[in-house]
């Protein structure tokens, strides 16, 4: 079964300073991957996704990301993170053939930008 | 475009007791999936719903269950309610089919006591 794994549960940034959330999938074949975000108090919102094509994906709110296949991995980034940025984010993976199968979510981790 | 809706928001129940929760999806989204969400296991997969069927299933036991109506709206059981169901149960709409992303409701705040 595929997973989902994100390198860190908590990150502390303060204003301006750079952000980088790893996440890495186990899965062998092709998949669809997603950055979802959730603020406090408010429901799942999706970031960014990637389908195919352009492995640097762009987002909302100037967030990226880059699938680097032979690494499993889809890293978020953010030249430069503000205040409002405080959040929980979650990398997120479904198999391309997906029909009969789920997304699986990493655990999440949780970004603290101190103003 | 009105988001994904779930009530009741908030439900306090007892041990032992039964719930049904509810999810109405975007219009023109086929599939509903269903999650449990809790700060020590984030978010584990409950099931999936697809033009009425369980196309999916995560592992979780039987006291959990689920159905999806014609207009895909899609209900969530739980039977026999223990502590450990406390939690936040997530609907997520989607189109369910063709590369797709899923769009999330607030959620419900499921309080077993």
């Known amino acids: 079964a595929q997973s989902v794994s994100q390198h860190n549960h908590h990150v502390i940034l303060s204003e301006a300073a750079s952000l980088e959330l790893g996440c890495n999938y186990s899965?062998?074949?092709?998949?669809?991957l997603f950055w979802y975000v959730q603020y406090p108090g408010q429901h799942l919102q999706l970031l960014l996704k990637?389908?195919?094509?352009?492995?640097l994906v762009k987002g909302i709110k100037g967030f990226e990301a880059e699938f680097i296949k032979s690494k499993f991995s889809f890293n978020l980034r953010k030249p430069s993170v503000q205040w409002s940025d405080t959040a929980e984010y979650f990398c997120a993976v479904i198999p391309r053939d997906n029909y009969g199968q789920n997304f699986v979510f990493g655990p999440g981790t949780r970004l603290s930008v101190l103003p | 475009k009105a988001g994904v809706t779930q009530t009741p928001r908030y439900l306090i129940k007892t041990r032992g007791q039964q719930v049904t929760l509810s999810c109405s999806p975007i219009s023109g989204h086929r599939s509903v999936s269903w999650y449990q969400q809790t700060p020590g296991q984030g978010l584990q997969f409950l099931f999936e719903?697809?033009?009425?069927?369980?196309?999916n299933k995560g592992n979780f036991p039987g006291r959990f269950s689920g159905r999806q109506f014609s207009n895909s709206r899609s209900e969530m059981n739980v039977s026999t309610l223990e502590l450990g169901d406390s939690a936040l149960y997530l609907c997520?709409?989607?189109?369910?089919?063709?590369?797709?992303?899923?769009?999330f409701g607030p959620g419900t705040r499921l309080t077993v006591t």
């Open positions: 990637y389908f195919s094509g352009d492995p």
């Open positions: 719903y697809f033009s009425e069927t369980q196309r």
């Open positions: 997520a709409s989607s189109l369910g089919s063709g590369p797709y992303e899923q769009y």
């Open positions: 899965y062998g074949g092709t998949v669809n």
